[in-house]
């Protein structure tokens, strides 16, 4: 056997596994990019179900709101107005939801669990 069918016998499927890793886990990560949104919880602090009250600039207060999630901040395909970016979306007792700018919160506050 030639030195070089020697080489690419041996090189060859590791440069090929190292390609198809590459490919299989940028299909992961776009798949799930796509598939579920991004969420941020507050471990311990807010979950889903945990009402809050929200202090917002200019004096606006949003009282036995619930934080359900954050608009998405990273750049956006299509016409998509900068002012929609980084919003939070807030769910108020009745159902109604009010996003506001996340830069426009001044305070939140969790009231003590009961137990």
């Known amino acids: 056997m030639h030195p070089f069918e020697q080489t690419i016998s041996v090189v060859g499927p590791v440069v090929g596994g190292i390609v198809f890793l590459t490919l299989f886990f940028k299909v992961v990560g776009w798949v799930s990019a796509k598939s ?10 807010l979950d889903d179900y945990t009402l809050c009250t929200v202090h917002a600039a200019g004096g606006t207060t949003f009282e036995n709101v619930r934080m359900i999630g954050f608009t998405d901040s ?8 900068y002012e929609l970016r980084g919003m939070v979306i807030l769910e108020h007792s009745d159902g109604k939801r009010t996003m506001i700018q996340a830069k426009n919160i001044r305070m939140i506050e969790v009231a003590a669990r009961v137990p």
């Open 36 to 45: 579920s949104p991004k969420r941020i919880k507050f471990k311990g602090v």
């Open 74 to 81: 990273a750049p956006a395909k299509g016409p998509f107005p």
